[in-house]
């Protein structure tokens, strides 16, 4: 077994690299609507898979979310909202091959079907049930209601891109029963069915090699890290040490 730090920053790039090659993203690039939900991590995703197409031009990370969480001492935000929500360039939508820009996924939502992708970050995650849970602060259930219209609805493939910072050790369902009633402040939470990739899951789908946390923390930009704990052939070693080595100086997002 190898070892190996990966931040938060690093292991949003890693997982939008694992998402790019899953079976189901690449049977949408040329066919199929796939529906990229505005979220920091699904910045990172949007990146890779708007540059495999060749149309990455006019994406910026910066701005792609409708929520976020930020230290006390930024001001520019309610809720996590940022204040001036005009500037917001939508969700990426991608319809046979073409970046349907200014889109978001409540104009297509209806019109998906089986064989379309919607890819939805989310705020919680237990490891250990494989469960993901999205914080609710629209009073109409925002973007993960549409999602999962679809979802259940007409069978549209739902893929959850989601860090291990984000691990809870709670089951989701309990949470969300207490997060739900009606004496309890902020946002609601809903347990999303769904296919949960994590960096576990990417290094699998990448290099083939078998992850694991062993230890977890950091400072000075390493906070939220995990060391991962990486089994498999010498082949699967080496590529999985070039592959985290080369994403390993990423920058952590920045406004």
């Known amino acids: ?14 997982i939008s690299k694992a998402v790019l090659k899953h079976p189901s993203i690449q049977n949408t690039l040329n066919k199929g609507t ?17 540059s495999e197409i060749n149309q990455q031009h006019g994406f910026s990370r910066k701005r792609f979310f409708r929520g976020i969480s930020l230290p006390e001492n930024i001001p520019r935000t309610i809720h996590g909202r ?8 939508g969700d990426v939508v991608i319809t046979d091959g073409e970046w349907q820009k200014k889109t978001t996924i409540f104009e297509v939502a209806d019109h998906l079907n089986e ?17 993901a849970g999205v914080y609710i602060g629209n009073p109409q259930g925002g973007t993960i209601l549409a999602a999962l219209k679809a979802h259940v609805g007409r069978r549209v493939e739902l893929i959850l891109p989601v ?18 009633q009606t004496d309890t402040k902020g946002p609601r939470m809903l347990p999303v ?10 290094i699998k789908i990448l290099t083939g090699a ?3 946390i062993v230890a977890a923390g950091g400072v000075s930009g390493a906070e939220g890290s995990v060391y991962i704990g990486i089994d498999g052939t010498d082949d699967q070693l080496k590529e999985t040490e070039e592959l985290l080595n080369r994403i390993a100086s990423e920058e952590m997002f920045k406004l």
């Open 115 to 131: 064989g379309d992708v919607i890819i939805k970050g989310a705020n919680a995650l237990n490891l250990s049930s494989n469960q």
């Open 34 to 50: 796939l529906v990229i939900v505005a979220g920091t991590t699904n910045g990172y995703v949007a990146e890779e898979i708007l």
């Open 193 to 202: 069915p769904g296919k949960v990739i994590t960096e576990i899951e990417a």
């Open 163 to 180: 860090g291990l910072e984000k691990r809870i050790p709670g089951d989701i369902n309990e949470i969300a029963l207490k997060l739900n």
């Open 82 to 89: 940022i204040l001036n929500e005009n500037d917001f360039p």
């Open 1 to 14: 077994m190898k070892q190996f730090l990966i931040t938060p920053a690093a292991g949003k790039r890693l």
């Open 210 to 212: 078998q992850a694991v």
